[in-house]
């Protein structure tokens, strides 16, 4: 695959996913720190980026106050407006439930 393709691919599915400025290294950093979350050994990023020295990847352990912004803004869009649909079911649901499940005096079912 040439670099031109990944880049394209970055373009298409950067767009699918709602950001569209999404570029190759913002993969491979991705995938680093998702490595080294997981695993906790430096060493490890550093081979799996074939980094010739230990403070070149030292790097990727480091956020940039304005990326974290960024990305914590846009996910907690997403977020917010998932939680806000899934309350506006809950509540729908709920209500359906309270008009079928009433009972009379005499303790049987009643519909609203």
């Not at 996913?17 to 999404?22: N, Q, R, T, V």
């Amino acid at each position: 695959m040439t670099g031109k393709n990944i880049w394209r691919l970055c373009t298409v599915y950067g767009r699918l996913i709602g950001y569209p400025e999404l570029k190759p290294h913002d993969l491979r950093h991705g995938v680093a720190m998702e490595v080294l979350e997981q695993h906790h050994d430096l060493e490890q990023v550093r081979a799996l980026l074939g980094h010739a020295r230990i403070d070149t990847t030292q790097i990727y352990t480091s956020i940039r106050p304005p990326q974290l912004k960024r990305a914590v803004s846009f996910y907690e869009e997403q977020a917010t407006k998932m939680l806000v649909e899934r309350n506006e079911r809950d509540e729908r649901s709920d209500r359906n439930e309270t008009r079928t499940s009433r009972l009379d005096a005499n303790g049987r079912t009643r519909n609203r």
